[in-house]
C-alpha cells in the first residue's frame, strides 16, 4: 500500500512546464517533457523499459514544438493530457502526476509487458 | 473513362487513365476496402446511437464477470433505460445463457445483424449465437478474432440504446484494445474481482492497462463478496458459527427467532483495497449468492427471479455508483488554469 496521496487543488500551465499545488502545501514544478516522456500508454511504456529505447523516446518527445496542452480530469482519479503534436494517449492517474513531481520514477522501477507494470 | 477520378502515374510522368477492368484480385481488395469503410462509418454512426458503452473485465477468469454484466445490464433495464450487452468472450460466450437466450439464432436483414432481446427489453449480441452446438469450442488467432469483433460491433442494428454492456474473456488480451480501438467515445471500464489475493493482483493488472487504453475505470466492483446464512431458532439464542479462517461468529436470534450470519469465503475488503491503492472508485459489493449459479443454469438471472431481493439490491447500489461516475466528471476541487 502506497502513502495517502495529497489532493491536487491547482494545476497552473504555464509555456514549458506546470506548477502543481497539492493541499499539503506543496508546490512542484513539473516540465512538459517529463510529462510526456511519462505517458502511461500502450505505444510509449514499452519504450521506457529499456535505456536507449527510452533515451529514443526522450529525443523524440524534445524534437517536438514547445505547445501548452489542454489539461482534462479523468473521473475522480486522473488526469489527461491533449497536446496539438505528439501522444496524447495516456491517462494519467494523480498518483503518477505526484510521482513525477517528486522525481520519482511513475514506472516504479518495473517494466511494461503486455498492457501492465 | 476521361470522366474517372482516378488516374495511374505511369513511370514516364504522364498520367494513364485508370484501367476499366481491374483484375479479380484489384476487385476484391477494392471490395475490402470499401467493406471495411463502410464498417468503420457504421461504428462511428453506432457510437452516437448508444449514450453510454461501458466495458466489464476482469483480470482473473471465473470472478464472475458474464453474471456481473448480465445483472448490471437488468438492473440498468430495470430503471427503464435501453441496453444492450456485446459479448465479446468468443472462446466462452455464456451471457446468452444467462439471459434465457439459449438456442436462438439471430436474425439477419439488409446484410445488418439484429440483436436478440432478452430478459426485460436487454438486447445481446454472442458469439454463442453463431455457434452450431455448444460443444463446439471456437479456435480463432487473433485476426479473425479481430475481424469477428469488428463485426459485432460494425454490422449490429442494436438502434438507440442508453447502456451498452460490452462482456470481455478475462484477462488484458485482443479483445478490449480492439474494442477499445474501434467504438468510439467509450465511457470505461468496470474491472470485476473476488476478494483474494490472486484476483486483486490481476485487476491491478487491468486498472493499468486501462491507461494504456485511455479508457477511463469507473470503478471496481468485488463479486463474491459475502455469503448470508438466514435461519430461524427460537427468539433470543446466542449462535457460535464457524466461519472461513478459524473465526467464530456470534450472533444473536431476534424477537422472531430470525438470524443472519455473512461468511467472508473469499475474505473481506480486498476490492475496496485495490481501488483506494490505485485511487480508482469502488463501486461496491456483490454478495456471494448461490442463486446466481441456479439462475445462470436456468437462464433466469437473480434480478429477474427476485428484483427487490438483496442481490438486486447490491447491483442497484453499484449501477448507481456507475452513474455517478458517469456523470461525475471530476471532484470539482481541482482548478486546471
Not at chain 2, 460494425?154 to 438507440?160: H, K, L, M, R, Y
Request: with cysteine; net charge negative.
Amino acid at each position: 500500500m502506497r502513502d495517502a496521496l495529497p489532493t491536487l487543488k491547482k494545476l497552473e500551465r504555464r509555456a514549458n512546464d506546470m506548477v502543481l499545488s497539492y493541499d499539503d502545501d506543496t508546490t512542484f514544478t513539473v516540465t512538459y517533457d517529463d510529462v510526456r516522456h511519462a505517458c502511461p500508454c500502450a505505444k510509449c511504456s514499452p519504450m521506457r523499459n529499456e535505456d536507449d529505447t527510452s533515451r529514443t523516446l526522450r529525443r523524440q518527445i524534445e524534437a517536438l514544438p514547445a505547445e501548452k496542452p489542454t489539461v482534462r480530469t479523468v473521473g475522480k482519479y486522473a488526469l489527461s493530457f491533449e497536446w496539438q503534436h505528439g501522444c496524447s494517449s495516456g491517462i494519467y492517474r494523480f498518483e503518477r502526476i505526484h510521482d513525477l513531481a517528486n522525481r520519482r520514477d511513475p514506472d516504479r522501477g518495473k517494466p511494461y509487458v503486455h498492457g501492465a507494470w | 473513362m476521361a470522366d474517372s477520378p482516378v488516374t495511374i502515374n505511369s513511370p514516364g510522368g504522364q498520367s494513364a487513365p485508370a484501367n476499366p477492368e481491374p483484375s479479380p484480385q484489384e476487385q476484391k481488395q477494392m471490395e475490402q476496402a470499401y467493406a471495411q469503410m463502410k464498417r468503420k462509418m457504421s461504428m462511428e454512426e453506432i457510437g452516437r446511437k448508444i449514450k453510454h458503452k461501458i466495458m466489464v473485465l476482469s483480470g482473473k477468469g471465473g470472478v464472475g464477470k458474464s453474471t456481473v454484466s448480465t445483472g448490471l445490464a437488468l438492473s440498468l433495464a430495470q430503471q427503464g433505460h435501453r441496453v444492450g450487452i456485446l459479448d465479446i468472450d468468443i472462446t466462452g460466450p455464456n451471457v446468452p445463457k444467462m439471459m434465457g437466450l439459449d438456442g436462438r439464432r439471430l436474425h439477419v436483414e439488409n446484410k445488418r445483424i439484429h440483436p436478440a432481446e432478452g430478459h426485460m427489453g436487454v438486447k445481446v449480441i454472442s458469439m454463442a449465437f453463431l455457434l452450431e452446438d455448444e460443444d463446439t469450442p471456437v479456435v480463432w488467432r487473433g485476426p479473425i478474432k479481430l475481424g469477428a469483433i469488428q463485426q459485432f460491433i460494425g454490422d449490429v442494428e442494436w438502434g438507440e440504446l442508453d447502456y451498452l454492456v460490452i462482456d470481455f474473456p478475462p484477462g488484458t488480451s485482443d479483445e478490449p484494445l480492439t474494442v477499445a480501438q474501434s467504438l468510439p467515445d467509450i465511457d470505461g471500464m468496470v474491472i470485476v474481482t473476488t476478494p483474494q489475493q490472486v484476483a486483486l493482483l490481476d485487476s491491478r493488472k487491468s486498472i493499468t492497462f486501462s491507461e494504456s487504453l485511455k479508457v477511463p475505470v469507473l470503478g471496481v466492483v468485488e463479486n463474491m463478496s459475502g455469503f448470508t446464512v438466514n435461519g430461524t431458532t427460537a427468539p433470543g439464542t446466542t449462535l457460535n458459527i464457524a466461519a472461513p479462517g478459524g473465526k467464530t461468529l456470534t450472533t444473536t436470534a431476534d424477537d422472531d427467532g430470525r438470524f443472519a450470519v455473512t461468511l467472508d469465503i473469499f475474505k473481506q475488503g480486498g476490492g475496496q483495497a485495490t481501488a483506494d491503492e490505485f485511487g480508482v472508485p469502488f463501486l461496491g459489493a456483490l454478495p456471494f449468492d448461490p442463486g446466481f449459479v441456479r439462475g445462470g443454469d436456468d437462464g433466469v438471472h437473480r434480478i429477474v427471479s427476485e428484483p427487490d431481493g438483496p442481490s438486486a439490491q447490491a447491483f442497484a447500489n453499484v449501477v448507481e455508483a456507475i452513474q455517478n461516475q458517469l456523470s461525475d466528471g471530476a471532484d470539482g476541487s481541482l482548478e486546471i488554469v
